[in-house]
T-cell receptor, first 112, second 113 residues
Framework: QKEVEQDPGPLSVPEGAIVSLNCTYSNSAFQYFMWYRQYSRKGPELLMYTYSSGNKEDGRFTAQVDKSSKYISLFIRDSQPSDSATYLCAMKGNQAGTALIFGKGTTLSVSS | GAGVSQSPRYKVAKRGQDVALRCDPISGHVSLFWYQQALGQGPEFLTYFQNEAQLDKSGLPSDRFFAERPEGSVSTLKIQRTQQEDSAVYLC???????????FGQGTRLTVV
């Protein structure tokens, strides 16, 4: 079993839909949780960065972390065709300099 | 610079050839990471530098892989005697502190033929 599990999709939704993307993890030492967006043939772009449990909102994006369930989510409201990309969850422990552990990525397609 | 810069963007190598991939991190960033991303997968850790010190190289898949960051800024990932299984996108990321956000470059897509 991988440390971070993420359903690769693909996920197809119509424009304006609310999208829910999720990851589960097994390592209780993870404290920092991130979501990256990756367009085809581009590098990952940081969307959300959270520490420990709770919610964080930034525009149309909301990140949730539930450490008791080892479950993180990214919600996208009013999805747009430009949101079509692969979304990667990533996480790391508290120790300085430790590497990010990524999920496989979920491919999202938003149709107009 | 404005972001993490990697070169070349694309590299085709014949099997057995040596390659060198370059990463220019964001100016002043202390931490630098190399990741390997296979098709349809998330990035996987290769190695980590704090300034010029290589503190973790546990992810390097074999002794054919070597990385350096001699002056604590630009880094080079070298792969000797490339094999087909080395074909992947190699990503570099930098962060300003020891537990702060990591920003990625566009990656180098290596194809070994």
């Amino acid at each position: 079993q991988k440390e971070v599990e993420q359903d690769p999709g693909p996920l197809s939704v119509p424009e304006g839909a609310i999208v829910s993307l999720n990851c589960t993890y097994s390592n209780s030492a993870f404290q920092y949780f991130m979501w990256y967006r990756q367009y085809s043939r581009k590098g990952p772009e940081l969307l959300m960065y959270t520490y420990s449990s709770g919610n964080k909102e930034d525009g149309r994006f909301t990140a949730q972390v539930d450490k008791s369930s080892k479950y993180i989510s990214l919600f996208i409201r009013d999805s747009q065709p430009s949101d079509s990309a692969t979304y990667l969850c990533a996480m790391k422990g508290n120790q300085a300099g430790t590497a990010l552990i990524f999920g496989k990525g979920t491919t999202l397609s938003v149709s107009s | 610079g404005a972001g993490v810069s990697q070169s070349p963007r694309y590299k085709v190598a014949k099997r057995g050839q040596d390659v060198a991939l370059r990463c220019d991190p964001i100016s002043g960033h202390v931490s630098l990471f190399w990741y390997q991303q296979a098709l349809g997968q998330g990035p996987e850790f290769l190695t980590y530098f704090q300034n010029e010190a290589q503190l973790d190289k546990s992810g390097l898949p074999s002794d054919r892989f070597f990385a350096e960051r001699p002056e604590g800024s630009v880094s080079t990932l070298k792969i000797q005697r490339t094999q087909q299984e080395d074909s992947a996108v190699y990503l570099c990321a930098s962060s300003g502190g020891l537990n702060t956000e990591a920003f990625f470059g566009q990656g180098t897509r290596l194809t070994v033929v």
